[in-house]
């Protein structure tokens, strides 16, 4: 199996997700800043989630007509020019264009890197190699908050941003030598879109992402607000609690992908959803600390054995000539409900009942969802 380019694909996801995971640690500094309400603050992550939904849309449409080299490479550059720009936004308004155009540009990254992945590795290391690379988010949930706090003490927020916008634009040099551009297969373009909806495989994907999605990423967005304004912990040890209980998540996606060539992806869907939102109920009803970091470290390890899961399934229910439009619907679904409109919720729900309110609904919500897995007919262990 190739490492070089595992490793730079691996780089490339790190720095996409970077670019949204960075905004959830200085939230509070934002929301301080321009003087918002917590859903006004949950309110630009919904800004986010719109901008990549709309761009895993588009680009799971058509990625294979632009070409899915050419898709990465835009995606990245695109993370790079918004994030220098961003060093003159001031106003709240402004803010959400940013949000919004982060999102569209790191949207377009996944939809186009799986079938690169699927194309560079055979069959029998999908499980694996997806796991490894989906490791990139696991570090970037664990590392991006340890960094933002150690970072602070020397440059501002937006100067973080710049280096990483810097980053994105120098890293695809590498990713263009080492990729395999996959070959499109010829199909009817305008019926796949519909009769990829109808799948019910497509469907049950969509349902339950939108819950990880909401429980996983949406949640980390708004959770140092929790954790600083309800829990009244400081901006430091927020941030740094969040990165430290993280860290095992990076160890389980790669272990998982292993799981998932072992057991097979509904045994893995069901473990990780069923633990991710009884961990959740138990963040909102943690009555101490100690209770609480230890539901800090379950809620943030658990969603990690979903996703190469998740993407191994997407891989093995379509063909790749449908492989990144399905995983583009199915993403978009989970990024515009989980991503974007959750966080949305929370806030609102914590301006008027509390943040707690919002994760025990979440929770329960989330742990019910794998009775949809038993729709799923398609998948074969």
Known sequence: MKLLPLAIFWGLLFLSYSARTTFAPILPLIEDSLHLSHGQAGGLFTSLAMGNSLSLLIAGRFAS??????TVVASMVGISIVLFSLQWVERYAAFHVVFFLVGFSAGGYYPAIMPILTETYGSNHWGKVLGLHDSAASFSVFAVPLLVTLGLHFITWKGLLLVLGIAAFLMPVGFWKVAIEPKPARSLQKSRTLSLLKKR???VMAFIWMFMSASGFGLFSILPLYLIKERGLGFDYANTLIGICGAGGVFVTILSGFLVDRYG?????VLSLLATGLSTVALALAPNLQYLVVALVVQATSPNVFFPAGLAAITRLNALSDRAMAAGLIF????TFGCG????IL???ADH??????????GVLTSASPLALRLLKEIHN
């Not at 992806?265 to 869907?269: A, G, I, P």
């Not at 409109?341 to 949305?344: C, E, I």
């Open 65 to 70: 007509v632009w070409g899915y080299k050419r």
């Open 201 to 203: 495989s497509v469907c």
């Open 265 to 269: 992806y509904r045994k893995m869907l």
């Open 332 to 335: 978009f679904f989970g990024a």
């Open 341 to 344: 409109v959750s966080p949305l």
């Open 347 to 349: 806030g609102y729900t």
């Open 353 to 362: 009942l509390s943040f707690r309110a919002g994760l025990l609904g979440l």
